[in-house]
């Protein structure tokens, strides 16, 4: 592509990226937050000129999402979609150093929340879907632009509910979201992340039962806030035994680690070793991928300095790994309370399974080919993310999703650790120029 063209398409992007972040949808997980009807309109308008087919959807008032598709050549050909979501999580304004909803460009940076989740993705996408479709040219597959609200609260209100009632406007074959396209530099060279696979959401409630009473006389009593901490402090301490996929070993072998390290981390035996050694948040990230984990971040209960309670509610974040049931996180949960199993009533507040999408289709193929065009030596590592996107929905229809993009050297995986749902999220141009490109680059390989 000329290079004066990537330039303009980079231009278009920052402008919009600022745009997208100063919208500020925030998502707090109420129905009522959000509000991405801004930036789903400030989208139609830049999409506009183009004359491309688009519907907004509106699942609530004020949660709107936008379609719009490209129509192919050929009816019988794979359909694409571009899925960038709207919305951003809250920020502590305190802890950031400028605006986070400014959207200013400094020395090379647009900041603001969303600059790495994923407005970046969401504009670009934007940008490039426009530039294929005012240069005429037409592909054998649909294009689909989707701009979705409500990613940071599973869906609900976005990909969840319009994946099941709009997907005639939705159908498509190959989705390209959030989450790769990070550069992870290796032993050998530079590995590219890129998102494959989810784990599953098993979110539990835990309803500890026990007596009230007088708080001033404990003595044998059956108080359900000293039963719950004993329950908290069995699922701290569960281990799940861990599984070693074929994702692991791929990771592992593409960072060309010292051969007594690398066999540590393939060996079940030796992994918790393994993990304590690595700096806390690569052993973070790796204990996650390897494990079914379990988070407790919520506890409700007492009424008063001098009641005992008799009800103290306990939510934990659980994350499968592929291949795991509702059932598996049972057992888990049977097997990390023991004697207390029986003695705690357990609700499912969330379930999805992991989902997981092949590599050996023309869309990676296409990846691959575009992705070595910015880094021509790198390596395309399939990957397993530890939180949830919106491709889980597009692979339980059966399309096969993965998580992409390009950032720039300055922006490994450990520093866009740092900025997801971070302080001082930011993007610099030069990620927002490499992934505009990555967007028509595929475009051009994937039918071919
Ligand atoms: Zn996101």
């Known amino acids: 592509m000329a290079q004066d063209v990537l330039d303009r398409l980079t231009n278009e992007t920052v402008e919009l990226l600022q745009a997208l972040i100063r919208n500020q949808c925030v998502n707090d997980g109420t129905p009522e937050s959000g509000r991405e009807e801004s930036s789903a309109r400030l989208l139609r308008d830049e999409l506009e000129a183009s004359g491309v087919d688009m519907q907004l959807f509106e699942t609530l008032p004020g949660r709107t999402s936008l379609v719009a598709r490209y129509p192919g050549t050929d009816p019988t050909a794979p359909a694409l979609c571009l899925m960038g979501h709207t919305d951003v999580v809250p920020v502590s304004v305190d802890g950031w150093l400028h605006d986070p909803f400014g959207g200013e ?14 407005l970046n993705l969401t504009s670009s996408m934007a940008v490039a879907f426009r530039h294929l479709i005012t240069s005429g040219k037409r592909y054998p597959g649909d294009i ?17 509910v319009l994946i099941d009632s709009e997907w005639d406007a939705l159908q498509c074959d190959y989705v390209l979201t959030e989450w790769g396209g990070i550069p992870e530099r290796s032993n050998r060279g530079m590995n590219l992340l890129m998102a494959v696979a989810e784990k599953g959401i098993g979110w539990r409630r835990l309803i500890v039962s026990g007596s009230p009473g007088h708080g001033s006389a404990p003595y044998g009593t059956d108080n359900a806030l000293v039963k719950a901490a004993e329950v908290v402090g069995r699922i701290a301490r569960y281990q799940a035994t861990p599984q070693l996929d074929e994702l692991w070993e791929a990771r592992i072998r593409a960072m060309a680690l010292p051969p007594e390290q690398e066999a540590a981390l393939l060996d079940p035996g030796y992994l918790a070793d393994a993990l304590a050694a690595m700096p806390p948040g690569v052993a973070r990230n790796a204990h996650a991928c390897t494990h079914t984990t379990f988070s407790p971040n919520v506890i409700h209960g007492g009424v008063k300095a001098n009641v005992i309670p008799d009800e103290v509610v306990i939510e934990v974040d659980i994350r499968t790994l592929p291949g795991e049931t509702a059932a598996d996180v049972d057992a888990h949960l049977q097997a990390a309370l023991g004697d207390l199993y029986d003695q705690v009533t357990i609700e499912s507040i969330q379930y999805f399974p992991s989902t997981k999408s092949p590599t050996d289709t023309p869309l990676w193929d296409a990846l691959v080919r575009s992705a070595t ?52 999220e930011r993007i610099d141009v030069e990620s927002l120029r490499m992934t505009v490109g990555l967007w028509l680059d595929v475009v051009e390989h994937l039918w071919t």
């Open 105 to 118: 460009l400094i020395d090379g940076e647009v900041w603001g929340r969303g600059a790495v989740d994923m």
């Open 373 to 424: 065009k910015a880094y021509p030596d790198a390596s395309l590592v399939p990957s397993l993310v530890t939180g949830g996107t919106d491709s889980r929905f597009f692979r339980s229809k059966g399309a096969v999703a993965y998580g992409a993009g390009l950032l720039s050297p300055a922006v490994d995986a450990s520093e866009f650790a740092r900025r997801f749902h971070g302080h001082d």
């Open 144 to 160: 689909v632009y989707f701009a979705v609200a409500d990613e940071e609260a599973g869906g609900t209100h976005g990909a969840r």
